[in-house]
């Protein structure tokens, strides 16, 4: 079994917003209910938090969607993990999930994670695990991208130490974004809690990370050439992100973002309580391939 490295670490998906770029598409149904691939948007950035060693996990969602979330996830018990849910009643900007979430994250370290972004690569969740347990102040991840006008860009020396967050800057210093995956420790509630709202009525996540910057406390993790960052809010990056998902799933014969897989390996739950997922899903590929890897991992199949 894979030890949490800092078993006080929580986690948190933001699955709030209108998703209004996606519209007419999600005028009846949550972004982060769509579907990549095979699967739900919120596998994604889900899993990233289950490779990160963390099992408690936050979904901040509308008012619409709780209820559709809650019967795909439940209490997350049947993976070994401890789900809860609470309502963004309008998109108030990124930081707002920390005061959302105030009461789930405490006092202690929390990640962050969009529900619209999917991570990927070898390493990855050695590298979050690693990231998480040496945790001090806030520790962002930058990806290089070739139109960084469009995103938070980001400076840093080199000893990762962040000099910099612009958003959106017409002369971006660097082509390093800010990816929507975010490690704050203890103090993120309070610092969320000073903030003022921008021009724009949100509370802007770059003026949190901005508040670290200041202090001296924000690192920068630049995922290389072997990871993969895709965020799915537009109609071509949700097409962009399926394709790359179905490309790596059909040439490598694995699957991305496998809660049930995610949840054995890490030792969340046992190869049988594997099966019996894989099996109530038998229908679909996917739930064929849970069952398979159950398998690999010495499950009963003369069981149930």
Request: charged share 20%; aromatic share 8%; net charge negative.
């Amino acid at each position: 079994m894979v030890e949490d490295p800092s078993r006080t670490v929580r986690g948190i998906v933001l699955a709030g917003g209108t998703g209004s770029r996606l519209w007419p598409a999600t005028r009846a149904v949550g972004k982060q209910l769509m579907p990549v691939y095979d699967k739900p948007m919120v596998y994604y950035p889900l899993a990233t938090l289950m490779l990160a060693g963390i099992r408690n996990v936050l979904i901040i969602t509308t008012p619409e969607d709780g209820d559709a979330f809650r019967r795909l996830l439940g209490d997350g018990s049947s993976l070994g993990l401890s789900i809860g849910y609470a309502v963004q009643e309008r998109p108030r900007g990124i930081a707002d999930a920390f005061l959302v979430g105030a009461d789930f994250v405490g006092t202690g370290p929390v990640a962050l994670v969009l529900g619209d972004n999917l991570f990927h690569g070898d390493g990855f969740g050695r590298l979050l695990r690693r990231e998480v347990g040496r945790l001090r102040g806030c520790t962002l991840f930058g990806y290089a991208v070739s139109d960084p006008q469009r995103y938070g860009v980001v400076v840093a020396d080199s000893s990762d130490r962040v000099l910099s967050i612009e958003e959106k800057p017409a002369r971006p210093r660097s082509s390093l974004a800010v990816t929507g995956l975010y490690l704050y420790d203890g103090d993120v509630v309070a610092r969320a809690q000073e903030l003022t709202p921008s021009a724009r009525g949100e509370l802007e996540i770059t003026d949190l990370n901005n508040s670290y910057v200041a202090a001296g406390l924000a690192r920068l993790v630049t995922l290389g050439r072997g990871m993969a960052w895709l965020d799915t809010g537009t109609h071509d990056s949700l097409i962009e992100a399926a394709v790359f998902v179905q490309a790596l799933e059909r040439r490598q014969g694995v699957r991305i973002a496998c809660l049930e897989e995610i949840a054995l390996r890490m030792g969340y739950i046992d190869a049988d309580t594997a099966l019996a997922l894989g099996r109530a899903q038998a229908a679909s590929a996917y739930g064929e391939y849970v069952e398979r890897v159950a398998v690999e991992f010495g499950a009963n199949v003369a069981a149930g």
